[in-house]
């Protein structure tokens, strides 16, 4: 069977996951929306050339206007949401209503759990809907079901990952491969993870330690950030001790980062200045983004994911590394490809109806099996580490 596919925002995750779905997912159809119908139509001939073929076209849409999103999503078996996240709940619905399934790349873990609550309208539409895919939240936290399934009685999993340039340039050390308000949000407030079984909010950019990677990344560090862990708190409050997630970064960064926040540059309030009005954020953004920012990315991504617990009453525990470097041959980037292609497997798995349907949490979506099978068509190799050895 073929499937029709729509992909609305034709940005760097957008064009990623269309690659995908054209190369692993029957695709009769590929329909590539952006409100700029011009960035739409020259991403659609950039995959069809990368394809060799001519299943993706592009087309202008703007994705706040119901009646244009129900013609762009009429016949539409699968819809990946690339677009910023207050944007989804009017994109959920429609979904719903055109009886589409819908992953999105979320961003915002409250939006997230509003759209889980349209489970029922979901399995009376016959669609499937997960929010919060990519690859953290998404893949990181289906790697960390993966590690689970190879630990009998689960107690503890711990989740590290990021994404760094391949050649860190000082003072920054780092290059934005995503948009930048989220890279600040993550940054700012408190994370929620599982202490004792239950779910404890937990300050950013706090409990900083060290990891030792495989070259080229050698010794990283990770520190707290918010929104990498979706609704998987919840899913797992009184089933794990813990759950936590930190971000990993070159090290000296979270130092540098700790004092913009210390200094109020993460705040969206705004404050007088010299008898103007001006959001410190909005100052820290356009001084940042240009610094971190290039044309040329050349980016290595890294999640590990450790599971502990019992088996067979003994102590045990299984960690799975993963890392994945920009592509020369089709110039994604390894972001891209990790973003992306976790949301592609996620839509094209939901077209086939191999995922329930309903709406279905991002830590539900994928089980071990179908996230080890995808996962070798797209030549990502998790290393498998366990104790006491297999």
Not at 150 to 161: A, K, L, T
Request: hydrophobic fraction near 40%; aromatic fraction near 8%.
């Amino acid at each position: 069977m073929s499937y029709r596919y729509a992909i609305i925002g034709a940005g760097r995750q957008g064009l990623s996951a269309a690659y995908d779905m054209g190369r692993f997912g029957e695709a009769e159809a590929i329909l590539l929306y952006d409100i700029d119908s011009q960035r739409a139509e020259s991403g659609a001939a950039r995959i069809n050339s990368l394809l060799s073929a001519s299943i993706v076209r592009g087309q202008g849409l703007d994705a706040s206007d119901p009646a244009q999103l129900q013609k762009a999503l009429a016949g539409i078996h699968s819809t990946l949401s690339a677009v910023p996240y207050p944007l989804n709940p009017l994109i959920t619905t429609i979904a719903i209503e055109s009886g589409s399934s819908l992953c999105d790349l979320g961003g915002h873990t409250e939006t997230v759990r509003a759209q889980l609550a349209l489970d029922d309208a979901a399995k009376k539409a016959g669609v499937t809907i997960t929010p919060d895919c990519g690859m953290g939240p998404g893949l990181n936290i289906s790697m960390a079901v993966l590690a689970m399934s190879f630990v009998e009685e689960p107690e503890e999993v711990f989740i590290w990952d990021g994404g760094l340039p391949q050649n860190p340039q000082p003072p920054w050390n780092y290059l934005l491969t995503f948009n930048i308000n989220g890279f600040t949000n993550e940054y700012f407030g408190d994370a929620l993870f599982l202490r004792d079984g239950k779910v404890a909010p937990i300050p950013c950019l706090t409990e900083i330690e060290t990891l030792d990677f495989p070259p080229p990344l050698g010794r990283l560090e990770a520190a707290v950030t918010s929104g990498g862990l979706s609704t998987a708190p919840w899913t797992f409050s009184g089933k794990l001790k813990r759950l936590e997630n930190k971000t990993l970064r070159y090290p000296g960064h979270w130092e540098q980062f700790k004092a913009f926040q210390q200094l109020g540059l993460f705040e969206e309030k705004s404050i007088p200045v010299n008898g103007s009005s001006i959001v410190p954020r909005d100052i820290f953004h356009a001084l940042l983004e240009p610094k971190i920012t290039t044309d040329q990315i050349r980016d290595i991504c890294v999640i590990r994911t450790q599971c502990n617990g019992t088996t067979g009453g003994k102590p045990s525990s299984c960690t799975l590394e993963l890392i994945e470097t920009w592509d020369e041959a089709t110039g994604f980037t390894a972001m891209e490809k990790l973003t992306g292609w976790h949301a592609a497997i996620v839509a094209i798995l939901s077209a086939r109806g191999e995922i329930p349907r309903g709406a279905v949490p991002v830590e539900s979506a994928l089980t071990p099996e179908a996230l080890a099978k995808e996962g070798a068509l797209r030549g990502w190799e998790f290393k498998n580490t366990r104790t006491p050895p297999v």
